[in-house]
């Protein structure tokens, strides 16, 4: 019986030592931070048709993608000591790109969904948003009230986008219309193919500001849900470490007022720009 006794004894020690050597080794698995410091460049994933969030501009020749989210990015890279790398891409592609290593974040406007929290981690919010209707100049007395005012109407929104839902949800008997880009929703809002697009409500009162002649804001009211209120930096669920130091830049941001100033700069520069 001792004899057993003092097998029992080491095979306990064994198992408690195989398990601190397990959790060391989770421990020292998360090299996000370390890996783009190695290679000296974070890389963003991003659908630059979402101004002021991120859009085009040609500056000295040279086509470059800016805006609020691309603000935020850089001061990112600049926390970690490297060089910022913006990937454009369709916003539909954009968590795929993520979780196939093709990026080390995205920054695109994106709402931290149950779905999408599923699949990435997500960082705090830095921003919350609410929904709107954008209309043609002109027809925003048309559409009153959001689940009787759309029946049979086109509605342009976002593909895999929470403003997707939301039409789906609310706008009954509305023709939901998704395309991979915004910015080809609003073109075919301002040639008559579509009759309203759902946009959150920066974007819809960055359209009206630069382009009063052709667009307006319905309105009909959208409710936005608070779990699809929240824009957050996505990142892989297994980059606790990045997550943490994106963390910080945020709250870092929000204490010295720079978001609201990150924010009305790219307005101002999408305004010079459009």
């Given at each position: ?256 007022g720079e978001l609201d100033k990150m924010l ?11």
């Amino acid at each position: 019986m001792k004899g057993k006794k003092k097998i029992y004894i080491v095979l306990a020690f064994l198992a408690v030592f195989c398990l601190v050597l397990t959790a060391c080794g989770k421990k020292d698995t998360d090299n996000s931070v370390q890996e783009i410091k190695d290679k000296k460049t974070l890389v963003v994933g991003t659908s630059a048709d979402y101004a002021p969030f991120e859009f085009p501009i040609v500056k000295d020749g040279k086509k470059q993608i800016v805006g609020y989210d691309i603000m935020i990015a850089q001061k990112i890279a600049d926390k970690l000591g490297v060089k910022l790398k913006i990937v454009n891409t369709e916003f539909p592609s954009l968590v795929s790109e993520l979780k196939d290593n093709k990026v080390d974040m995205v920054m695109a406007g994106m709402v931290s969904t149950k779905a999408r929290k599923k699949q990435v981690g997500f960082s705090d919010s830095y921003f919350k948003i609410k929904n709107q209707v954008l209309v043609k100049k002109g027809e925003a007395n048309k559409y009153k009230k959001a689940d009787t005012d759309f029946k049979n109407k086109s509605v342009g929104v976002q593909q895999t986008t929470t403003q997707e839902t939301i039409a789906k949800d609310q706008m009954k008997g509305a023709n939901v219309v998704s395309e991979s880009k915004v910015t080809a929703l609003t073109t075919e809002l301002k040639k008559d193919k579509l009759d309203a697009v759902v946009v959150e409500n920066t974007v819809a009162d960055n359209y009206v500001k630069n382009f009063p002649n052709d667009y307006e804001i319905a309105p009909a009211k959208l409710q936005t849900p608070k779990d699809l209120e929240n824009i957050n930096v996505a990142t892989r669920k297994s980059d606790k470490k990045l997550i943490t130091q994106v963390n910080k830049v945020i709250a870092q941001l929000k204490k010295s007022g720079e978001l609201d100033k990150m924010l009305q700069k790219a307005q101002t520069l999408q305004a010079e720009n459009k």
